[in-house]
């Protein structure tokens, strides 16, 4: 789910979640048996691992209903008889069946709980089939709250987009609605009105025109992909293409707009090959090659919808035409383009497991933003946008969310995320370094669901550092550190305060015009300095307060 910045964002930013769980003190939430069941890998879910599906739908919009089926494919793990669906009201599931036979279910809210009749063995590989319909929910405020959005262009032509993280893709389609088991690959096939065209994730294999003269266009996804992730886009889309060069070879590039919009679409979209260029540098491989990459028009801001990436900023740079930051770097760049793109890396390449941990998300793409303007402008430019996104922090809830409920944490898993990984950089002070653990990840993590835990463990093996306390710190409290300090009898004392016991961060900073290391922990150290008068200056990049006791 994206959250953006600007002076009319802050408040839907603060208020994202006020949700986390932490080591400080967290607000009263209550949770209920639908959290539970949405949230967590029940019995009903963990004993079969997902394979395949066929989501084939008619999208209807003279009533808005969407209706159709959803094949899917499985392996038992263990044995056992009831599976869990998830289908979100209105939407109902009228039918169920394998191997022709129709089976009995009930529902439980938003949960449907299937009894399949034939022995489930061990190893083997089934199918059932769920067929089902209805009028489902409409996007309130897309895409932070989703659902379908059902819309008009200027010509009068419907343009339709699902938005569903967080809220989740049973909200318009029947599926295993957990992250923690992703497809592996998908037929989406989508009738439309014979005048519109869908345009969906993975690659188009074929248009079908019916005899009632509607179309149905079938898209193919041959990578692992997360439910979310999974998206239809209807309009009277116009379509351009390109082939850029890529650390894999030749990167089919398509981008889908509406009829109108082709000329500034040409013109907006060469920021797509930039990002390429930039990320590959950066991170590794496009990791869908397979799957092509698409920007497509959406009725809506933008989400990062896999391989199939919805744009919505107006053809303008910036975000909706501001500066996040304020440095002026926010400019120089489509916000959309860039930090939804980004998440091809961060959250549909490694995707989080469970949403508590949503900051893998969306920390290190906001921190992909930093590195398109270091790759293009410069260091000093970066660190200037870095700092310059600060403000949005809030620092009331701990970024990290309440598991197995799906909640996710505070916003400031954007801003606040993204300057802890670029305090992070600042610690393991190599930039060939830092740039081999990004790319590691993607390559490691490859197509994987993961947890917080596999993340910080890999930063700290990668670079020899433990960053465990700074990442509790930063992940798990409110608090932003602060170095105290007073010089006496040309000693520098310091100390950090305001965290966690164990936080240790190493920090540079420009003692009495030297720059240099200094390595505070909870307990008071001290330096010897020279000179009456004596000055510290923290280095601006470490995400962090000072305080000068003697001041």
Known sequence: MKKYFGSAIMALFISFSSNAQGLMAKSETTFTHQDTLRG??????????LKYYHLDIKVNPADRTIS????????????????????????????????????????????????????????????????????????????WDGGITWQKDKNGKDFIASSCQGLGASVWWPCKDHMYDEVENMLISVNVPGHLTDVSNGRLQSVKKQKDGTKTFNWYVSNPINNYGVNINIGDYVNFSEKYKGEKGDLDCNYYVLRDNLAKAKEQFKDAPKMLKAFESWFGP?????????????????????????????????HNGHDISGSGWGLKFDYIIIHESGHEWFANNITYKDIADMWIHESFTTYSEVLFIEYYYGKDAANEYARGIRKMISNKEPIIGHYD???????????????????????????????????????????????????????SKESGINFGPVFDQYLRTAQVPTLEY???????????INCIEKFNLPIKVTLNGVETWLKPTTDWKAENVKGDKSTLIVDKNFYVTEFNITN
Do not use: C
């Open 40 to 49: 967590s890998i029940t019995k009903e879910r963990a004993w079969w691992d």
């Open 68 to 143: 159709g089926s959803n094949t899917v494919r499985y392996k038992v793990l263990t044995e056992y008889n009831r599976m869990q669906i998830d289908l979100q009201q209105p939407m109902n599931i009228t039918k169920v069946t394998q191997n022709g036979k129709e089976l009995k279910f009930e529902r439980d809210g938003n949960a449907f709980f299937i009894t399949l009749v034939e022995n489930q063995k061990i190893g083997e590989t089934k199918e059932i089939v769920v067929s089902f319909g209805g009028v489902p929910k409409e996007a309130v405020r897309p895409p």
């Open 286 to 318: 496009y990791p869908f090659y397979e799957d092509s990459y698409k920007l497509v028009e959406a009725p809506y801001l933008g989400m990062e919808h896999q391989s199939s990436v919805t744009y919505g900023n107006n053809y303008q740079n910036g």
């Open 405 to 459: 409920v799906n909640r996710e944490g505070s916003g400031d898993m954007y801003p606040k995320g993204a300057n802890m990984i670029h305090t992070i950089r600042q610690v393991v002070n190599d930039d060939a370094k830092w740039k081999s653990i990004l790319r590691g990840m993607n390559k490691t993590f490859y197509h994987q669901t993961v947890t917080t835990k596999e993340i910080e463990d890999f930063i």
């Open 486 to 496: 007073y010089f006496k009898d040309q000693r520098l004392v310091y100390h950090w």
